[in-house]
């Protein structure tokens, strides 16, 4: 049976909310999609007369499905081929600049617990009180506080410390590429932070740095280095946009393998490379269609 109209206009207004909690929640775009239909079905099946505040209704029956997900996602997690980085959401360059979760920040919040991811995303990002995230989690308020609290200390780090206007973060990562195009050790070098790190994942489908590589001189030689291989071409660009949060481009290789770049920036260096290449992390963006694995 079909719902009435006025369930599916609330769930559809907030859908779009719910599915970037549930994709903050667990880095998958499809199990954030899963997620949000299979909470579509639940309030369809929901005695709705009963619901005083469907939006905060529709965030706990989220926050708990994306909870119980979380369980299995950590233990694949585990046995994990190589540096494991989140499914990447990529913006247009015109897109709305909000209060965004970066990649960086993503990557913080996998060493957390699911309640302190949760308790963290729900106050810090979306602005729900500990009241109400105390029901959407199962604890008391004064336990959320305390989940937020040291969340929070975890992820302040992956915070930037002078963040780069928008337009100044595209040149940066423009003038990387140029630079590893030739191999370019010394204009490498110049724009890498001191503490930089480079992660690739290729999840063991696709050749990838199997670890992270760190410190400017390493990731600008590993840069060099593929620049010098025989057959080498540089990436070409499909797309430029913000890959959660970060100036990026989706890309192809020279070997016609599909990827994403994003550049982490803080003080006009570049703090953090991450390449995404498994196939089944990209299969959501528009230019997987007629890659061999991804259509």
Same mark, same amino acid.
């Given at each position: 049976? *079909?719902?009435?109209?006025?369930?599916? @206009?609330v769930?559809?207004s907030?859908?779009p909310? %719910?599915v970037?909690?549930?994709? *903050?929640?667990?880095?998958?775009?499809?199990?954030?999609?899963?997620v949000?239909?299979?909470?579509?079905?639940?309030?369809?099946?929901?005695?709705r007369?009963?619901?005083?505040?469907?939006?905060?209704?529709?965030?706990?029956?989220?926050?708990? +499905?994306?909870? @119980?997900?979380?369980?299995?996602?950590?233990?694949?997690?585990?046995?994990?081929?190589?540096?494991?980085?989140?499914?990447?959401?990529?913006?247009?360059?015109?897109? $709305?600049?909000?209060?965004?979760?970066?990649?960086?920040?993503?990557?913080?919040? $996998?060493?957390?617990?699911?309640?302190?991811?949760?308790?963290? %995303? %729900?106050?810090?990002? /979306?602005?729900?009180? /500990?009241?109400?995230?105390?029901? #959407?989690?199962?604890? @008391?308020?004064?336990?959320?506080?305390?989940?937020?609290?040291?969340?929070?200390?975890?992820?302040?780090?992956?915070?930037?410390?002078?963040?780069?206007?928008? !337009?100044?973060?595209?040149?940066?990562? $423009?003038?990387? %590429?140029?630079?590893? #195009?030739?191999?370019?050790?010394?204009? &490498?070098?110049?724009?890498?932070?001191k @503490?930089?790190?480079?992660?690739?994942? =290729?999840?063991?489908? *696709?050749?990838?740095? &199997?670890?992270?590589?760190? =410190?400017? $001189?390493?990731?600008?030689? /590993?840069f060099? =280095?593929?620049?010098?291989?025989?057959?080498?071409?540089?990436?070409?660009?499909?797309? #430029?946009? *913000?890959?959660?949060? +970060?100036?990026?481009?989706?890309?192809?290789?020279?070997?016609g393998?599909?990827?994403?770049?994003?550049?982490?920036?803080?003080?006009?260096?570049?703090?953090?490379?991450?390449?995404?290449?498994?196939?089944?992390?990209?299969?959501? &963006?528009?230019?997987?269609?007629?890659? !061999? =694995?991804?259509?």
């Amino acid at each position: 049976m *079909r719902p009435p109209d006025g369930d599916i @206009d609330v769930f559809t207004s907030s859908r779009p909310r %719910l599915v970037r909690l549930a994709y *903050r929640m667990l880095s998958s775009v499809a199990e954030a999609e899963d997620v949000v239909q299979d909470a579509y079905v639940r309030w369809h099946r929901a005695d709705r007369a009963a619901v005083r505040e469907p939006a905060a209704f529709l965030t706990r029956m989220v926050t708990r +499905l994306c909870l @119980d997900v979380l369980k299995s996602a950590r233990m694949r997690r585990e046995t994990y081929i190589g540096p494991w980085l989140p499914e990447p959401v990529v913006d247009g360059p015109d897109a $709305e600049v909000g209060e965004d979760v970066t990649l960086a920040l993503m990557m913080a919040l $996998e060493r957390l617990s699911p309640l302190e991811r949760a308790a963290f %995303l %729900l106050h810090d990002v /979306f602005g729900m009180d /500990f009241d109400q995230i105390a029901s #959407a989690i199962g604890r @008391d308020a004064t336990a959320c506080r305390q989940l937020a609290h040291r969340a929070r200390a975890h992820v302040r780090a992956a915070r930037p410390r002078f963040p780069v206007p928008e !337009e100044q973060g595209r040149t940066i990562a $423009e003038a990387f %590429l140029s630079a590893s #195009a030739t191999g370019d050790l010394a204009a &490498l070098q110049a724009l890498l932070a001191k @503490d930089v790190v480079f992660y690739a994942d =290729g999840g063991g489908k *696709r050749s990838s740095a &199997l670890n992270p590589i760190r =410190g400017p $001189e390493r990731v600008a030689r /590993f840069f060099a =280095g593929l620049a010098r291989k025989p057959h080498y071409g540089p990436p070409t660009i499909l797309r #430029a946009g *913000r890959i959660d949060g +970060l100036p990026g481009f989706v890309a192809v290789d020279a070997k016609g393998v599909l990827q994403t770049m994003a550049f982490a920036i803080d003080g006009g260096r570049i703090t953090a490379i991450y390449i995404t290449r498994n196939p089944d992390k990209l299969k959501h &963006l528009p230019e997987a269609a007629g890659y !061999e =694995g991804l259509a």
